[in-house]
């Protein structure tokens, strides 16, 4: 195998590495706070506590809440 062509391959990965991080942990945050609506969805999912990250909400309690209400509606 090559060596400049390792060299070249590990410093692809790294900069795509740090190219994926800067978007995530710095472009990201700061399109989030300069947009009023993105800013206020990031207070409430703090505030309440989900973590949007999760494909299920099953152990939130915002979702027994709905799952009690939905089936107290479809009863009656």
Partial sequence: MNTNSLLKRITRFIVATGLTL???YIFLPLLTS??????????CL???????SRYYYTDVEQVQEGELYLRDV???
């Fill in 34 to 43: 300069s947009c009023s609506t993105l800013q206020r969805m990031s207070d």
């Fill in 46 to 52: 703090q505030e309440t506590g989900i973590d949007p």
């Fill in 74 to 76: 479809l009863e009656k």
């Fill in 22 to 24: 800067s978007f995530i």
